[in-house]
């Protein structure tokens, strides 16, 4: 078969487990078990919650173990305001290629419901955070302390929905989130080109290489869309500081300096950086950060996927392979089809083929020896549902 032909039969098994995806996940009310929620094990809790290395060991022998040892460990099915947005994004797209009523109806009733998810406390602006402690080896979160991760992806869904409906209430909810962004993150870096926020309001120190990208992608967008330049230079500081971090070979550590983190250049955030630079350039007309995306973009497909297809753990370091690793790639070639021809049919080939269970779900990990067959709805379903039709509607545009 020639090239077409073969994104045809992927994207047509591509539409399929879509479908199957978003009903399997539906059916579920979005509600799962996701990679980090040890900790909201009643048992864990008691008996490691009380320092910063049980907790650690806790979370990590959970999320290390070949299967999933939650259920027997109390960990409760919740539904993840992150998941959420990633299911927004996968309805407004297949919205896009479709126009069926019901992606628009199904994406806006979970916008409603991410209103009535938001953290709780005092804070500047609205945001949004995880429903389970969290220990980092920066930070410790309690439960539901709003992050500006969850918040930018947040954030995201409500731009993409201001876009699709021209409904200015969706606008709003970003205008509202601003003040969390620019109020209560602890400000890490300030100097007349270079901006650096937290990751949480909490006492912290590590500076993480995808936060201030990923406010400054937010900031942008809202500039665009809402035809408001107040927040346009500090859009720019954010994304200067995360684009000189960029190593000689075009590579992101994953903290700033990289010695604060023992993650090294991963998959998933490496992806996050290109999209959000991505979507600060265009949204803001500013090139001239364009090579060092196109060379990070580079780097993203030499170190951080296999011939076929797989995602790669880090640059140095092969498996596990994670389907996260996977849908971000997909996310971030299927626009590139220009330039990496067949690279994201590729990488859903094998998600489909490797990763993929027929009622609906996709597997968590494949390592040397063995798959991971569980299934996490944030994780898992979330993240390939919006890879996929995130995949079709770049397929249909071309």
């Known amino acids: 078969m020639n090239a077409d032909s073969v994104h045809g039969v992927i994207a ?11 009903a399997w996940s539906r059916a579920r009310d979005y509600h ?15 008996l490691c919650g009380w320092g910063k290395w049980p907790r650690l060991l806790a979370i990590q022998a959970v999320m290390r173990s070949p299967v999933n040892l939650r259920p027997l460990l109390g960990v409760p099915k919740t539904c993840n305001p992150k998941g959420l947005a990633l299911f927004v994004h996968a309805h407004l797209d297949r919205h896009a290629v479709n126009r069926t009523q019901s992606d628009l109806d ?25 429903p389970y402690p969290w220990q980092d080896l920066g930070f410790f979160a309690p439960a539901n302390t709003p992050n500006a991760v969850v918040t930018a992806f947040i954030c995201e869904a409500f731009l993409h929905a201001h876009a699709v409906t021209g409904l200015r209430e969706w606008l709003e909810v970003v205008a509202q989130a601003i003040p969390f962004f620019l109020g209560d993150l602890r400000v890490l870096k300030d100097t007349p080109d270079e901006l650096c926020l937290s990751y949480m309001p909490v006492d912290m120190r590590m500076r993480v290489m995808d936060v201030s990208i990923l406010i400054g992608s937010v900031l942008a967008g809202y500039e665009r869309q809402a035809g408001d330049r107040s927040h346009h230079d500090t ?6 500081y995360v684009v000189r971090r960029q190593t000689e070979y075009a590579a992101w550590f994953y903290t700033d300096p990289p010695a604060d983190s023992p993650v090294c250049h991963d998959n998933y955030h490496t992806g996050f950086i290109l999209d959000a630079l991505w979507r600060y350039m265009q949204a803001t007309g500013d090139r001239g ?42 996310i971030t070639f299927a626009r590139h089809g220009d330039a990496y021809p067949g690279t994201a049919d590729r990488i859903v080939a094998w998600a489909l083929r490797r990763m993929y269970h027929p009622a609906g779900r996709f597997y968590y990990q494949e390592t040397p020896w063995y798959r991971k067959k569980f299934t996490l709805m944030r994780w898992c379903n979330a993240w390939m549902a919006r890879a996929l039709a995130h995949y079709l509607r770049c397929g249909a545009e071309t």
């Open 32 to 46: 799962g078990h996701t990679k980090h929620d040890a900790l909201a094990s009643p048992l864990l809790w008691a």
């Open 106 to 130: 199904e994406a806006q009733r979970l916008l409603q419901r991410l209103m009535t998810m938001r953290s709780p406390g005092r804070w500047r602006g609205l945001a949004w955070g995880y």
């Open 235 to 240: 859009a720019r500081r954010l994304v200067n």
């Open 289 to 330: 950060h364009e090579e060092a995306y196109y060379r990070g973009l580079r780097y993203y497909h030499d170190h951080l996927f296999n011939a076929d297809g797989s995602p790669r753990w880090m640059s140095d370091r092969d498996y596990p392979h994670d389907i996260h690793g996977a849908a971000q790639g997909i």
């Open 12 to 22: 047509a098994d591509a539409r399929a487990a879509l479908a199957s995806t978003l």
